[in-house]
């Protein structure tokens, strides 16, 4: 029992992690199109992301779009707000 506990335990965590990636979007992907998008958001004390602000892009306006989408479904712990998160992202065709 305590190991089926554990492993449901690492199953949920895990999957909590995986929640906050950024996927490559299936039309650059399959053109094979390379980029970096960099961004700024905030995190509200309910562990929301918001205001999201786009730094900088290259190409313009390939992967803008969706990294913005992708971010706003992101969860982080409650009760930690925070301001001007930076993230860069960077997509590497094959």
């Not at 786009?54 to 992708?70: C, D, G, I, M, T």
């Amino acid at each position: 029992m305590r190991k089926i506990i554990f492993v449901l335990i690492i199953l949920f965590s895990s999957l909590a992690y995986a929640a906050n990636v950024i996927s490559y979007p299936d039309r650059p992907e399959k053109l094979r199109i390379s980029g970096e998008v960099n961004v700024l958001y905030d995190i509200t004390n309910r562990g929301r992301v918001e205001n999201i602000r786009l730094v900088s892009a290259e190409p313009e306006y390939v992967f803008n779009r969706s990294v913005k989408k992708q971010l706003s479904f992101w969860k982080y712990q409650e009760g930690k707000p925070q301001t001007d998160v930076p993230l860069r992202v960077i997509f590497k065709a094959n």
